[in-house]
C-alpha cells in the first residue's frame, strides 16, 4: 500500500506538537505511523476518569478528535491545513484502568472534506469506542 502521508515527520516530532495542550495534559502519545493509519495510547486515570471511575467518554473524544486531526494534517500538502467539523462517538466498553490504543484510519480523502475512522481498543484488544471525525481541507 502507499503511504497517504504528504508530510514526513518522526513520532518524537509528532508528540511535540501536543506539547503544552490537551493532548499533553491527557497523557496521549502518539506510538505508531503506519503507511496509511496512526496510532496512540492514553492512559486511564484521574486525568481522563470519570466521578465512578470509568473512562470518561470525552477523554475518549478528545483522543479521537486528536488523533484524526494529526492524520488530516498529515495528509494534506504544505500550505494547507485542516479543521475539525463533525465527530460522532459510539461507546461500547467501559474501561477502568491501564491504557488505551487508538487506532486512526481514513475513511475518505478528498480535496476538500477527509474523513477519518478511529478504534479505540483496551489493553485485551477489545473495541472500546468507534468514532468518526470529518476534517475541512483549508488550502
Not at 473524544?61 to 504544505?78: N, P, R, T
Not at 467539523?85 to 467501559?94: I, Y
Not at 475513511?107 to 472534506?113: A, D, T, V
Request: glycine fraction near 10%; include cysteine.
Amino acid at each position: 500500500m502507499t503511504a497517504i502521508w504528504k508530510r514526513s515527520i518522526d513520532l518524537p516530532a509528532l508528540n511535540a506538537m501536543g506539547e503544552n495542550s490537551l493532548v499533553a495534559h491527557l497523557g496521549i502519545v502518539f506510538t505508531l505511523i503506519g503507511d496509511d493509519y496512526l496510532e496512540a495510547t492514553m492512559p486511564v486515570d484521574a486525568r481522563t476518569q470519570q466521578p465512578f471511575g470509568l473512562l470518561h467518554g470525552g477523554a475518549s473524544v478528545v483522543l479521537a478528535e486528536s488523533m484524526g486531526s494529526i492524520a488530516g494534517y498529515l495528509a494534506v500538502e504544505e500550505g494547507s491545513s485542516v479543521v475539525g467539523v463533525e465527530v460522532n462517538a459510539s461507546h461500547h466498553r467501559a474501561v477502568s484502568a491501564g491504557l488505551v490504543r487508538g487506532i486512526c484510519r481514513p475513511l475518505h480523502l478528498g480535496k476538500r472534506i477527509q474523513s477519518w475512522q478511529i478504534e479505540i481498543r483496551n489493553g485485551r484488544d477489545q473495541l472500546c469506542c468507534s468514532a468518526r471525525l470529518s476534517v475541512a481541507v483549508l488550502s
